[in-house]
């Protein structure tokens, strides 16, 4: 729509439209003003009518032309981009780099939506759908019994790992608003439920796994977090209001963090690592079918643990049930498996 931008009276009168169309006229022109401003009212009114319009009547009390410029047909052939000139902007580093990062930002969506979608049963593969319910309630294999073990393992440490984060965030809560008349108190109960998740942890598995040795990774990490315990413990005993045992306890509790952290990764990996290895080792469809369904289910509790099951060799052996021919029947469920997984980035790497 346009309207009149500006209307003034007086000797000289300018009456100034949408399309800087500006009609100039003295005292005696105040006719020709008149009719000027009700023909452009009536324009401006269009589209209030609700029946036809009289195109004639309207021709004769204003010249449409006066109050609107329509581009010609020349100026809009100059106004478009020649395909010359769109190929070499097409060149520029900047939009090349930008091109570059939107195609990673929209595969990881596009992974997402896929793995959002449901699996639908192929009612011309034999009894896919029954076959896969099957599995799922009957499963006494070793290999399905190890793999939903494993899984379940995850869970358990995810949420025990939950807990202690919590500990962790009152801690620093108390130390970063220099509360430090509590700190000892929440000191205590972290080392205490730290020590609580390594006791049940190390309990449930026979002390002859080889990953649980002290030797073995596992289990020289789980030996410098008691060690780093014990050092919080000694540090928040001195006094808490000197200013350098402050410093202290934050830096105990930072190193315990971190090294809290890495053992977190070590046990999920440990369990991931049979998942995967329950995936090689499986013969049967139906040991197939339950262990896609499991690492499935894995993915889909968080980036962290596709990044895990990436690393650990979780793709290459989904690839690998996709292309087995004898697998066939299972090739739908990997699939969905590998659209979960590699909505991270190191799933797309593999």
């Not at 439209?17 to 100039?24: D, E, I, Y």
């Not at 309207?58 to 052939?77: K, N, Q």
């Not at 796994?209 to 789980?222: A, E, K, M, N, Y």
């Not at 890495?262 to 046990?267: E, F």
Request: hydrophobic share 35%.
């Amino acid at each position: 729509n346009v309207a009149p931008s500006h209307v003034s009276c007086g000797t000289s009168t300018h009456v100034t439209c949408g399309t800087n169309t500006q009609v100039s006229c003295n005292s005696g022109g105040r006719r020709a003003d008149t009719k000027l401003m009700r023909g452009a009212t009536d324009l401006l009114s269009l589209e209030c009518l609700d029946g036809p319009v009289n195109s004639s009547r309207l021709a004769r009390e204003t010249d449409i032309e006066t109050v609107f410029t329509f581009p010609s047909s020349r100026s809009f052939m100059q106004s478009r981009i020649h395909p010359v000139t769109l190929s070499q902007e097409m060149r520029n580093p900047s939009l090349q780099q930008w091109l570059k990062e939107l195609r990673v930002l929209y595969e990881s969506e596009c992974m997402n939506t896929l793995q959002s979608k449901s699996i639908p049963g192929d009612s011309g593969d034999l009894h896919y759908s029954h076959l896969s319910t099957k599995t799922k309630i009957s499963s006494n294999n070793t290999v399905e019994a190890a793999s939903s073990s494993a899984s379940h393992a995850v869970r358990t440490i995810q949420r025990r790992a939950h807990a202690i984060s919590t500990e962790f965030s009152r801690l620093c809560q108390r130390l970063e608003w220099l509360e430090l008349g509590q700190v000892p108190l929440l000191a205590g109960s972290l080392v205490t439920h730290i020590n609580t998740f390594l006791r049940d942890y190390t309990t449930q598995w026979t002390s002859a796994d080889p990953d649980l040795l002290p030797q073995s990774s596992l289990g020289r990490q789980s030996k410098v977090i008691q060690q780093v315990c014990e050092r919080l413990q000694v540090v928040c005993s001195n006094d808490h209001h000197d200013h350098d045992t402050t410093r202290q306890v934050v830096q105990v509790v930072t190193a315990l963090g971190h090294a809290f952290t890495k053992l977190v990764d070590l046990m999920l990996s440990r369990e991931i690592r049979m998942v995967v290895r329950a995936l090689e080792e499986s013969r049967s469809i139906s040991e197939v079918l339950a262990v896609v369904s499991q690492l499935s289910a894995l993915g889909v509790d968080g980036g962290h643990i596709c990044r895990l099951i990436a690393r650990l060799g979780g793709v290459r052996g989904l690839l690998a049930v996709c292309l087995e021919p004898r697998l066939r029947l299972c090739r739908v469920d990997a699939l969905r498996a590998l659209a979960t997984i590699c909505c991270v980035v190191d799933g797309i790497v593999e």
